[in-house]
């Protein structure tokens, strides 16, 4: 197929330069006029490659190509926000790559058998507001009632958010993503691809940790409730366990804040977090119901006060297998054996799958890094994640 590598290339550049922050990276946030911005560029590189683009209820802006046959639609693209000092390729190679894949078969193979479709989903990264996956929310019909500061950012961009519902689609029968691994795996075994077996499910704990607060200077060590020291117990507990676990288990503290936060004071109460995450269901739940337990043994042998609260629990989403298979086949006939992965970060597709079949594939990331500046895959690699995408796109379509 007649893909342009520096086509590719220039579009992310183009992207990344669209909210491009002082000390570096980009942020495109939820309704914001970067983001507003960027979905401008992609709207006129849809009409460009002969797309019908529009624009749904809540901002994702789809690309058409008609089929010639009725029938449930192709779709491959990926989300336009970024966090904050965003890099180049998360979200944005998704979009890119989708476009510049269907328009090679357009080129190529004329109109499709069945419709296919580019789509540059609004919101996947809680970048603006307390909310993740807007956008593939909006479109699996799974958004019930609206924050009324997001309704005002909406209004500012021209959309209705009393029409949300309408953004809901019936009528998509797979959704192929092409991503960066974020992670070191792919690179760490010399290996240029992959396709994704599942999504894994995340576990969202809060743990509060009291003691009693004392005087440092007056308060024997053998007498002290020093809620700090329990809770360091217990975070080497969860690394620990995870650890134990092996791959693909793990387990990450990633906010603890203490009180009364002063350098002569017994600490007195700490409130951690826990982000638990594995592949299948069963192995995320012992996870948790070790940590917990731990936790808990290690609250009594220091007779401390210990409540652990659920933020959050989704359960993880395996690929559809068709489409696993499909992929795996498309890669082949790229000349490349690609590995099957699990992606611990979560997607669109994991939405997604509750509507339609879902499958993604993945390309190294150099150096594991992602939602940082440093964020980089080798060229070659995505041109070849690109040619396997084309060709998994036209045994789906046409």
């Known amino acids: 197929m007649g893909i342009d590598p520096a086509l590719l290339e220039h579009r992310l550049d183009e992207l990344y330069a669209i909210g491009a922050e002082p000390d570096g990276g980009a942020y495109r946030p939820l309704y914001g006029p970067a983001w507003a911005t960027a979905v401008e560029r992609v709207e006129r590189w849809l009409k460009d490659a002969g797309l019908k683009p529009r624009r749904d209820a809540v901002g994702n802006l789809w690309g058409r190509a008609e089929g010639t046959d009725k029938g449930k639609s192709i779709v491959t693209g990926s989300h336009i926000d970024t966090v904050r000092h965003g890099g180049r390729l998360d979200g944005a190679l998704g979009i890119v790559a989708g476009l510049t894949a269907v328009e090679a078969l357009l080129k190529d ?28 929310r909006a479109i699996t019909g799974a958004i019930d009632s609206v924050d009324g500061e997001i309704a005002a950012a909406m209004r500012e961009r021209g959309l209705d958010p009393t029409k949300i519902a309408s953004a809901a689609r019936e009528d998509i029968d797979t959704f192929v993503e092409l991503h960066i691994e974020q992670g070191a795996v792919l690179e760490s075994s010399g290996t240029p691809l992959a396709v994704v077996s599942a999504i894994v499910g995340t576990a969202h704990l809060e743990l509060c940790v009291t003691g009693r607060p004392d005087h440092a200077g007056t308060t024997p060590m053998d007498l002290r409730l020093d809620a700090l020291a329990g809770a360091a117990a217990m975070v080497h507990a969860v690394e620990s366990i995870a650890k134990s676990l092996g791959r693909p288990a793990v387990a990450t503290v990633g906010k603890l804040s203490v009180e009364p936060d002063q350098i002569n004071v017994v600490p007195g109460t700490v409130v951690f977090t826990v982000d638990l995450r594995h592949p299948d269901l069963a192995g995320r739940r012992a996870l948790e119901e070790r940590i917990r337990s731990l936790c808990g043994t290690i609250s009594e042998e220091r007779r401390l006060g210990l409540a652990i609260r659920s933020l959050q629990d989704k359960p993880p989403v395996a690929m559809h297998p068709d489409v696993r298979a499909l992929l795996a086949r498309a890669a082949k006939e790229c000349g490349v054996q690609a590995t099957e992965l699990v992606s611990g970060a979560g997607h669109d597709a994991q939405i997604l799958a509750a509507r339609c079949k879902v499958g993604m594939l993945f390309v190294p990331s150099v150096g594991g890094r992602s939602h940082c500046p440093e964020e980089h895959t080798d060229p070659s690699h995505l041109e070849l994640g690109v040619r396997v995408l084309v060709r998994a796109l036209e045994l789906l379509a046409y």
Do not use: D, Q, Y
Request: glycine content about 10%.
């Open 109 to 136: 193979k004329g109109k499709p058998r069945r419709p296919l479709e580019v789509v540059a989903i609004c919101e996947e990264e809680g970048s603006r507001f307390a909310t993740t996956f807007w956008g593939s």
